[in-house]
């Protein structure tokens, strides 16, 4: 079975500064990967995805994710954080090769960038 | 374009109660899904449906009952609510089970 770990629960960064939210993931088959944001009373909005091919990938609003597959990881970059970024981010995984399309989310990392 | 939107944005209920959640999307997605959304534990999902005329279980299905109307709607039912269903409820679609999904803005409901 898939399952996604953020191991942080809260990232404090300085404005300005880079910035980079932690995932891993486990998945018997190739992994499908996601990262969304959610702001205060929102829905959970798209960032950016790896589905295969450049193990960069860059996203909406500046972010960039950097897919490992010998680390299993997916962290979420950003090279100088905005106040505006501070909000709740979520990894999600699915196999590939599961055919109930689930998707697993992680338990979220709130980011504050303070000014 | 609405997105996906959802109704009610608020509710209480009472133990025991029951009530329908409703989404629609007006994107032409073919895949829909119901979240439940608790503090320190991320979304969970409740049900989906891959396609229209299928729907499935998700991770926590116990309680909840879905509906796929149609190609456009998604409701999630709560036959006789309990304290423990008291969460924030997200529906979202795709154009695929592959694809990114889009998010409503929520359902924050409370059983009492």
């Known amino acids: 079975a898939q399952s996604v770990a953020q191991p942080e629960d809260q990232v404090n960064v300085a404005e300005g500064n880079p910035l980079t939210v932690k995932c891993t993931y486990s998945?018997?088959?190739?992994?499908?990967l996601f990262w969304y944001v959610q702001y205060p009373n929102r829905g959970l909005q798209f960032l950016l995805k790896y589905i295969t091919g450049d193990n960069l990938v860059k996203g909406s609003y500046g972010f960039e994710a950097e897919f490992n597959k010998s680390q299993t990881s997916f962290h979420l970059k950003k090279p100088s954080a905005l106040v505006s970024d501070s909000a709740l981010y979520f990894c999600?995984?699915?196999?590939?090769?599961?055919?109930?399309?689930?998707?697993?989310f992680g338990s979220g990392t709130r980011l504050l960038v303070r000014p | 374009n609405a997105g996906v939107t959802q109704t009610p944005k608020f509710q209480v209920l009472k133990t025991g109660q029951s009530m329908t959640l409703q989404c629609a999307q007006d994107m032409n997605h073919n895949s829909m899904y119901w979240y439940r959304q608790d503090p320190g534990m991320g979304l969970r999902l409740i049900y989906y449906s891959a396609s229209e005329g299928t729907t499935d279980k998700g991770e926590v299905p116990n309680g909840y009952n879905v509906s796929r109307l149609n190609k456009r709607e998604f409701s999630l039912r709560l036959e006789s609510a309990a304290p423990s269903q008291t969460s924030v409820y997200f529906c979202?679609?795709?154009?695929?089970?592959?694809?990114?999904?889009?998010f409503g803005p929520g359902t924050r409901l409370t059983v009492l």
């Open positions: 999600a995984v699915r196999d590939n090769g599961d055919s109930s399309y689930k998707l697993i």
């Open positions: 998945v018997s088959g190739n992994p499908y």
């Open positions: 979202a679609s795709a154009l695929s089970p592959y694809n990114e999904q889009f």
